[in-house]
């Protein structure tokens, strides 16, 4: 299971951190990855991570604003938004991908909204 929080109204230029909690103690084994989808929009992906950290990879669109991190101690993974754009507005995903390649469990998301 799966259960993103931190999601909230902020302004554009403003910064904003997620959270990403698993239930599962193999987490630490898991690729993560953060998706959003936008009013009116398909789901894309934000950015993911390896199991162990050590890899990340983003969408141009957040590249340098957003970093992706996760603490398998505490089985939680994180995404740091900056410079908050107004479209970025979107509920936001976590989810877990067992093998390294489709993502296989999902979180219920977390509204993030960006006012101008």
């Known amino acids: 299971q799966l259960v993103e929080s931190g999601g909230s109204l902020v302004q554009a230029g403003g910064s904003l951190r997620l959270s990403c909690a698993a239930s599962?103690?193999?987490?630490?084994?898991?690729?993560m990855g953060w998706f959003r989808q936008a009013p009116g929009k398909e789901r894309e992906f934000v950015a993911t991570i390896s199991w162990i950290g050590g890899s990340t990879y983003y969408a141009d669109s957040v590249k340098g604003r957003f970093t992706i991190s996760r603490d398998n101690a505490k089985n939680t993974l994180y995404l740091q938004m900056g410079s908050l754009k107004p479209e970025g507005t979107a509920v936001y995903y976590c989810?877990?991908?067992?093998?390294?390649?489709?993502?296989?469990?999902w979180g219920q998301g977390t509204q993030v909204t960006v006012s101008s």
């Open positions: 989810a877990a991908s067992v093998a390294g390649g489709a993502y296989d469990y």
């Open positions: 599962e103690r193999t987490f630490g084994s898991y690729a």
